[in-house]
């Protein structure tokens, strides 16, 4: 931990992503007894969208038998349960911003084999609309790729991609809809490369169509293979 942080977290006592108390002991980003309640989805998952499946003779969840993906591959770390939904909703809206620590070393942890295998030339984070990030302050996803840079000495672009378009909330559209809604809202931005390999990189992933679009755009510019790693995804079936 460097100095700034140190002084930081005197001030300001880190809180648990999951109980929402001052950490104790200081200096970890999580409580002990909290880390026990964050277990990872485990195998079988699907080979495209890593989404857990109840099934393990089966090789694909139902989405990604039904739906061509744009992406080549991806994971989420935790199941989108309750405990995330509210951790994450906490990093987002009510200034936890310090849970990303958290969020970062699980996914670097857990999403290492991935990566190593991926060997992504840079990180890009799902960019948000520049209007709703000034009023968050800043892009969650972006928080996280910044942190997983830092741990893979992998460079972050984040202008490879720009969000066009604030469309009607996704949560309140179907899964359909909000495909139709995604496509015209990612563009090309003005640092964008035709990398061989590319690591997206978001909080959640859902059905993947905001993945998707933006799995499509780049590839529409030339990026040969496009992988994700998100914080939370939701259950296959
Ligand atoms: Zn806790
Ligand atoms: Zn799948």
Redesign the pocket.
């Known amino acids: 931990m460097n100095f700034k942080k140190m002084l930081l977290d005197g001030i300001y006592p880190r809180c648990c992503p999951v109980c929402h108390q001052v950490v104790a002991p200081k200096g970890e980003l999580i409580c002990p007894d909290c880390v026990r309640k964050m277990i990872p989805i485990g195998q079988p998952r ?6 857990s499946l109840s099934d393990k003779t089966r090789e ?2 139902g ?2 038998k039904r739906i061509v993906h744009q992406f080549d591959q991806g994971i989420g770390i935790y199941p989108y349960d309750d405990k995330m939904r509210e951790s994450i909703e906490n990093y987002k809206f009510y200034g936890r911003r310090e849970y990303g620590d958290f969020y970062v070393q699980a996914m670097a942890h857990y999403g290492r084999p991935y990566i190593m295998r991926w060997k992504p030339e840079c990180i890009q984070p799902i960019p948000m609309f520049p209007k709703k990030q000034k009023m968050r302050g800043f892009n969650q996803a972006e928080y996280l790729a910044r942190g997983l840079g830092e741990c893979f000495g992998i460079p972050v672009e984040t202008n490879g991609i720009c969000r066009v378009q604030e469309g009607r909330a996704q949560k309140e559209l179907t899964a359909a809809e909000r495909r139709g809604n995604l496509k015209q809202a990612f563009q090309i931005g003005h640092s964008a490369h035709p990398y061989r390999s590319v690591l997206l990189v978001d909080d959640v992933y859902t059905t993947g169509s905001t993945i998707d679009a933006a799995a499509h755009i780049l590839k529409a510019n030339g990026t040969g293979r496009v992988y994700f790693l998100t914080l939370c995804q939701g259950k ?1 079936f």
């Open positions: 699907c080979m495209k969208c890593g989404k694909y969840c989405d990604c296959g």
